[in-house]
């Protein structure tokens, strides 16, 4: 369940503004928090669209921050839907907090672990090592150190 978007409460109205051609905000309200809003008026959204610059540039430079240890940008796992390793979750954080506890209503896993979960951290740091080699490997269209590594990734994924 969704939280309320100004208050703790869970979030019983969802509400989609149309901004522009192609801009839409998504509001998750209570149901007091609702019937502040209907009475107020479009406010949230409106602050959104005025400040629209603003907020585009802030968005932009959050975007760019990238992952040291594997390298992936918060705006590819946007794209994607996947993080590149557990360090993302650090380094992501002050975007990921809110994109969870609004799509999951919590931050904190409740439920079952992988079949294939490596069981060490020296295993996991070896699959990111060799699944970021595979990808130079593709990206130089070298496909015998590719099919290689391939194997070694899922050999490594068996155990």
Not at 64 to 85: D, I, T, Y
Not at 119 to 136: A, I, P, V
Request: hydrophobic residues 30%.
């Amino acid at each position: 369940m969704q939280k309320c978007q100004k208050c703790p409460n869970p979030a019983t109205l969802h509400i989609t503004e149309v901004l522009g051609p192609g801009q839409f905000d998504e509001l998750h309200l209570c149901e007091q928090c609702a019937n502040k809003y209907l009475y107020d008026g479009p406010k949230f959204g409106a602050a959104k669209a005025a400040a629209g610059g603003v907020a585009e540039s802030e968005e932009a430079g959050v975007t760019q921050a990238a992952c040291p240890s594997c390298g992936v940008k918060f705006v590819e796992f946007r794209n994607s839907g996947r993080l590149g390793c557990p360090h993302d979750y650090e380094v992501f954080r002050d975007d990921l907090v809110p994109l969870l506890e609004n799509i999951h209503g919590e931050v904190k896993h409740c439920g079952k672990t992988p079949r294939r979960h490596p069981q060490s951290k020296e295993l996991l740091g070896e699959l990111m090592h060799l699944r970021n080699q595979l990808k130079h490997a593709v990206t130089k269209e070298d496909y015998e150190a590719a099919a290689r590594l391939r194997d070694q990734i899922k050999q490594l994924e068996e155990t």
